[in-house]
């Protein structure tokens, strides 16, 4: 009896429900803006260390401490990519005209074993392309300064996986911003409708009043229509 005393409540004032969910997908789609193209270019990296000349009397460790070198290069070099000077460098070789906290915000790395990936994203296909391909030349030509800043000048760089812009879809917040209006949207209709419910103190049935202690000696039915 509880709940369809509750769906009476929602039935008899769905049309705030309904009104509020209109008012929110025509203001959605009226005050949407265009969503600008975002571009990500993904490159992947092979770091290693040159392995130390040893004379044939002395037991390299099958290169353990070469390839464990190599790791602790990456851990180094994915903070390095991250950096304002590294950002600087590739802003300056790529020739684009932007601000390298711009860059620097749009790079991020990662790094497995010996491998290196630079991810970036961008707004601009033709400009992307150019800092993604600035990236590759400072890594695998010009990283020397970087290596001198880590302890090591005898690190190998070479590119596995070269950048191609892609167009990126919306993000999952784009397409969940909608679904998440209307169903704050609903439930606000809902809370309104027992709100004012609550307030109403107008008599609809016999229940009414014998909440209020007035017993009920009978009712007069509705109207009913029957079929012959």
Known sequence: MLLRRYWQIIKRRAWITLVLLIVVVASYFM???????????SMRFVVGIEPETLPDDVYGYDRYYTWLTSEYLI???SEVVKSESFANDVA???????????IQGSTSSGKLHRILSVNITW???????????AVVEILTTN???????????????SVIDSPHPTLVG?????RLDLPIR??????VGILLEFLLDYLDNSVRGARDLEEL???????????KTFNR
């Open 182 to 187: 209307l169903f704050l949207a609903f439930a």
């Open 143 to 157: 990283a020397e300064t970087y290596f001198e800043q880590l302890g090591t000048d005898q690190a190998v760089i």
């Open 31 to 41: 005050l949407k803006q265009p969503a600008s193209p975002i571009y990500s270019a």
């Open 213 to 223: 202690g007035i017993p009920v000696l009978a009712t007069v039915p509705g109207k």
């Open 123 to 133: 707004s601009d296909a033709q400009q992307l392309q150019s800092i993604a391909d």
């Open 92 to 102: 300056e070789r790529s020739g684009v005209a932007v601000q390298t906290s711009a």
């Open 170 to 174: 919306e993000s999952l917040r784009d």
């Open 75 to 77: 851990d180094d070099l």
